[in-house]
């Protein structure tokens, strides 16, 4: 993680902790997070937030992604960190790390007004930018902010049935690949500054002839 990806962290979480729980809603979340088609995941990160009004979540890849909306990241690093940082992406609490068993839990508080959707990002690692992950949140009621001071709200992430990525499990969610160039045309590209490269080796050769 770069040093101005840490700063923008510690800024956002001395700020989420200026909130009091006398002012916010608190909002707790759990579950269980699994690879895509395997086992639990260990050492995974699990991070619930809501996005800004004039953001929208479906278009997450498409905004820190290239022209086909693979995901290539932005400003700040990985897509996730420039989300936070450019103000599009608020953080709930400190997030969450998988156990053995694939399961999290962890709580927060946000000051987004009430009815305000709460949205769960799930990452392979800790890295928040890894190649398998999460987006998705959910029509139950309880996916919303709460009526503030003092409100509550309890999310679990079987609830899930709205998905930018990864998928749905009886337990909790599943992970799944990120939007990537395909490999097909990152082979083309290869083979082009190959036959590029060949040619220049072959012209510096007859050269000395």
């Known amino acids: 993680m770069s040093t101005q990806t840490q700063w923008l962290w510690t800024l956002a979480l001395v700020l989420m902790s200026a909130v009091s729980s006398a002012s916010a809603a608190t909002v707790q979340y759990s579950g269980k997070l699994f690879a895509e088609f395997g086992p639990p995941v260990v050492g995974g990160e699990v991070i619930i937030g809501t996005f800004a009004p004039s953001f929208d979540p479906s278009q997450y890849n498409c905004v820190y992604g290239d022209e086909s909306c693979n995901q290539v990241g932005g400003s700040f690093g990985s897509a996730f960190d420039s989300a936070v940082g450019e103000g599009n992406f608020f953080p709930i609490g400190f997030g969450a790390v998988t ?111």
Do not use: K
């Open 99 to 209: 156990e053995i068993d694939g399961s999290f839990s962890g709580f927060g508080n946000t000051a987004a007004p009430a009815g305000t959707q709460i949205w769960l990002f799930a990452f392979e690692n800790l890295t928040r930018n890894s190649f398998y992950q999460v987006l998705a949140s959910s029509t139950d009621p309880a996916w919303q902010v709460p009526t503030q001071p003092n409100g509550f709200t309890a999310i679990v992430a079987s609830q899930a049935n709205i998905f930018v990525m990864g998928f749905p499990d009886p337990e909790g969610v599943r992970l799944n690949v990120v939007p990537f160039p395909e490999p097909a045309g990152m082979a083309m590209l290869g083979l082009g500054m190959a036959f590029v490269g060949g040619l220049r080796v072959r012209w510096r050769c007859t050269d000395h002839f």
